[in-house]
């Protein structure tokens, strides 16, 4: 640290839940604790609601931390980015920090309260019952932190500014795509659209004459209905093989020896952490997983994604998804078709983990076109799904690369000057 750097309590550094003028009864943009995601530098409100002069209040630029368990341990902590510039509130398990004027770079803020002088010293402070304790506010003024002075402050927010705008804006195309991607094949392989044109004598538009061609003009009846003629109806165990994964504890990773991180529904929804657990490698190699593997939680949170945090173990209540007959887009997609249905079953469950069974794969069905349809459709969905899982390693590569640097500059180990272009 360097000797212009000062020790200062954090409450002399940060405004703690600062004063926000709202009027009971209005309404404000609201953000609740679903709409923060780990390792998100930024949140928005999705959401209005009337303000009742309870929860949290803050404006554009706050940095939202959750001061409840386990939230707060699985870094639910996010800057505030407002939409229209009015003031906003939102959950009551939110502590808002704000800069002071002079004394803190606004930037800066969020990444102070990610790094380890705030973070873990807050988790330190939790206090009540089990599964429900919460950090006193007050006791954030028994911290003392080490503060570099403002031109450094905006150097350090401004290095890691950059790497956090390359996340968001990779994060902002691998959702374009997945949309562009799902709208496509929902238009294509689950209404019949280029179907339903040719038999009403239209030309569909953004389809390419050749693929026209290989759409029939004509349906034919199933048990599901009518769907294109030549096409057939599989169920979705049919069209790929679902890998269960296993119960990792029995194969502990031993010190010395080579490891995987195991990768449960917590790693789907957040990826790879602090907390992920480690299993041995010595396990077999059907359930190693790697980057671009489908991997499909089938309890708990029900979702589908292309896995971009590298070799991992797959535990049980995960299913990674591959298939010898079938391209990965193809069946993937088709989970995503299935997702609703699947979380119903899910939430119909009386547990509080509802899950759904095998049983409920051969009950769902997929549509099956022409082997020459397939194929040509595969030349516009295969990049499209491969461009977000590049997408998504670099997510991981940068983030990786932000979480050493944060540490190191915050603390005054590594200074500005010695941090190249990144």
């Known amino acids: 640290m360097s000797s212009d750097w000062q020790?200062?309590?954090?409450?002399?550094?940060?405004?703690?839940?600062?004063?926000?003028?709202?009027?009971?009864?209005?309404?404000?943009?609201?953000?609740?604790?679903?709409?923060?995601?780990?390792?998100?530098?930024?949140?928005?409100?999705?959401?209005?609601?009337?303000?009742?002069?309870?929860?949290?209040?803050?404006?554009?630029?706050?940095?939202?931390?959750?001061?409840?368990?386990?939230?707060?341990?699985?870094?639910?902590?996010?800057?505030?980015?407002?939409?229209?510039?009015?003031?906003?509130?939102?959950?009551?398990?939110?502590?808002?920090?704000?800069?002071?004027?002079?004394?803190?770079?606004?930037?800066?803020?969020?990444?102070?309260?990610?790094?380890?002088?705030?973070?873990?010293?807050?988790?330190?402070?939790?206090t009540g019952s089990s599964g429900r304790q919460r950090v006193p506010v007050n006791s954030f003024k028994h911290l003392t932190i080490n503060l570099p002075p403002l031109p450094e402050q905006q150097a350090i927010s401004e290095i890691l500014k950059t790497l956090d705008d390359k996340i968001e804006l990779n994060r902002q195309m691998c959702d374009t795509l997945e949309k562009t991607a799902s709208a496509l094949f929902r238009s294509w392989f689950v209404d019949f659209d280029p179907v339903k044109a040719k038999i009403d004598g239209r030309v569909p538009e953004g389809i390419e004459p050749e693929l026209l061609d290989l759409?029939?003009?004509?349906?034919?009846?199933?048990?599901?209905?009518?769907?294109?003629?030549?096409?057939?109806?599989?169920?979705?165990?049919?069209?790929?093989?679902?890998?269960?994964?296993?119960?990792?504890?029995?194969?502990?990773?031993?010190?010395?020896?080579?490891?995987?991180?195991?990768?449960?529904?917590?790693?789907?929804?957040?990826?790879?952490?602090?907390?992920?657990?480690?299993?041995?490698?010595?396990?077999?190699?059907?359930?190693?997983?790697?980057?671009?593997?489908?991997?499909?939680?089938?309890?708990?949170?029900?979702?589908?994604?292309?896995?971009?945090?590298?070799?991992?173990?797959?535990?049980?209540?995960?299913?990674?998804?591959?298939?010898?007959?079938?391209?990965?887009w193809f069946y993937y997609q088709w989970i995503w078709q299935h997702l609703p249905f699947y979380r119903m079953i899910a939430a119909s469950k009386a547990t509080t983990m509802g899950h759904i069974k095998r049983q409920h794969l051969s009950e769902t069905k997929a549509y099956i076109p022409s082997d020459p349809l397939l194929k040509e459709a595969d030349k516009i969905f295969a990049p499209m799904l491969s461009r977000i899982v590049d997408l998504g390693t670099e997510i991981r590569c940068l983030s990786n690369m932000r979480d050493n640097l944060l540490p190191k500059l915050i603390s005054g180990e590594l200074r500005v000057e010695d941090v190249g272009g990144v």
């Open 7 to 126: 020790e200062i309590s954090l409450i002399k550094a940060l405004d703690v839940n600062p004063a926000v003028k709202m009027q009971k009864g209005d309404v404000y943009p609201f953000v609740d604790m679903q709409s923060i995601e780990a390792g998100n530098k930024y949140v928005m409100a999705h959401q209005e609601r009337e303000f009742k002069s309870s929860g949290s209040r803050f404006i554009d630029g706050d940095t939202l931390m959750a001061r409840i368990t386990p939230c707060l341990e699985n870094g639910k902590i996010s800057r505030y980015r407002s939409v229209d510039g009015n003031p906003a509130h939102g959950s009551t398990e939110f502590i808002v920090l704000r800069h002071r004027k002079g004394i803190t770079h606004p930037e800066f803020v969020y990444y102070l309260t990610i790094s380890d002088q705030v973070k873990p010293y807050a988790i330190a402070q939790m």
């Open 215 to 328: 759409f029939p003009d004509s349906f034919k009846d199933s048990d599901l209905g009518p769907i294109p003629a030549g096409w057939e109806v599989k169920a979705m165990d049919e069209i790929a093989d679902f890998l269960n994964g296993l119960a990792l504890q029995k194969y502990p990773a031993v010190e010395g020896q080579p490891h995987l991180p195991v990768i449960k529904i917590a790693e789907i929804n957040r990826g790879i952490t602090q907390q992920t657990s480690k299993a041995s490698a010595d396990i077999p190699a059907k359930y190693i997983i790697d980057d671009g593997d489908v991997l499909f939680s089938w309890s708990g949170s029900l979702t589908a994604i292309l896995w971009p945090y590298g070799k991992g173990a797959l535990n049980q209540h995960l299913f990674k998804v591959t298939s010898s007959k079938y391209p990965k």
